[in-house]
């Protein structure tokens, strides 16, 4: 399927021109999504809340989400070759370009990662940010639509090093069939392999890409590596990039402590608490 992002699983509203669009490809990114919606809602934007999801999550699991406004789209997996499938699937990308840094959950399928660019599809919108499931909005960001295409943060959360690469995980884009149409064509080039697969096409793609303030995807591994970029006061959102905050006693948890117990509290009340009560890196978890 290529004209089309997918059926959508109940009637839009009017678009509103600017939308945060996210990627549900199971129950577990359906909860991430959730989540994220509350917190989109309780900063009182004013753009849509789009989800796209693959045709694998019944409707059952996203109730929830439709309860919360957020437009369902239904999308494919991209037409790509056999071979390009094959060289994406979850072990081949695992084993060639293994996580050393932190471990991905059970349930994260590279292939799935592409399904991202179906955003370029959605072109009753003039601009869009993407936000991955996994991450929480601290604060009113719709700002970001002003930004040009393609905006997105660096992928900091070790050293300074990271400043050179983006992290897909939170970025802006001008949806257009003839920018998907390229995407197409690129993406399944003869032995195209992408180590972090949309992210590492994404930055190929856009070489130019301007780059957002850390806080706007700021990655929760900077909590205990780089504790002296952490400002309650600034950053607008926090992405639980590898463990996820609903898993159960993941690897780093007691570590991140502080962190999911402020997922947890606005997966319980749909708000958020006071950010200046909460604990500064060192001082709890």
């Known amino acids: 399927m290529t004209g089309r992002p997918g059926a959508e699983t109940r009637a839009a509203p009017p678009p509103a021109g600017r939308a945060f669009v996210t990627l549900v490809t199971n129950a577990d990114y359906a909860l991430g999504a959730k989540v ?22 019944d409707a059952t699991t996203l109730a929830p989400l439709e309860a919360l406004e957020c437009r369902l789209v239904e999308v494919d ?18 084993g060639a370009a293994p996580f050393a840094k932190g471990r991905k959950p059970d349930f994260h399928t590279p292939l799935d990662n592409f399904c991202k660019l179906r955003l370029w599809q959605l072109e009753e919108y003039n ?3 993407f936000i991955d499931a996994d991450a929480l909005v601290l ?16 992928n900091v959360y070790e ?54 303030p850390v806080f706007m995807n700021m990655l929760q591994y900077v909590w205990f590596n780089l504790p002296e970029l952490w400002d309650w006061n600034s950053i607008s959102i926090l992405h639980y990039q590898y463990e996820k905050p609903w898993e159960e006693n993941h690897p780093k948890a007691e ?5 999911i117990e402020l997922w947890n509290f606005v997966h319980r009340n749909g708000k958020l608490p006071d950010l200046s009560t909460l604990p500064r890196p060192g001082s709890a978890g």
């Open 77 to 94: 997996h991209l037409p790509l070759s056999d071979a390009f499938n094959a060289r994406h699937a979850r072990k081949a990308v695992h």
């Open 139 to 154: 604060r009113n960001i719709d700002r970001l639509f002003d930004y040009p295409e393609f905006s997105a943060a660096p």
């Open 36 to 57: 994220l919606a509350q917190s989109l809602r309780f900063t009182a934007t004013s753009a849509d809340i789009v989800i796209l999801h693959t045709g694998g999550v």
């Open 159 to 212: 050293g300074l090093a990271d400043f050179h690469r983006l992290n897909s995980g939170v970025f802006v884009a001008k949806p257009s069939a003839k920018t998907f149409g390229r995407m197409l064509e690129r993406l399944d080039e003869p032995d195209a392999f992408w180590r972090r697969t949309d992210q590492s096409f994404l930055e190929t793609f856009f070489p130019d890409w301007h780059g957002l």
């Open 127 to 129: 601009a869009c940010v």
């Open 255 to 259: 570590r991140l402590r502080p962190l």
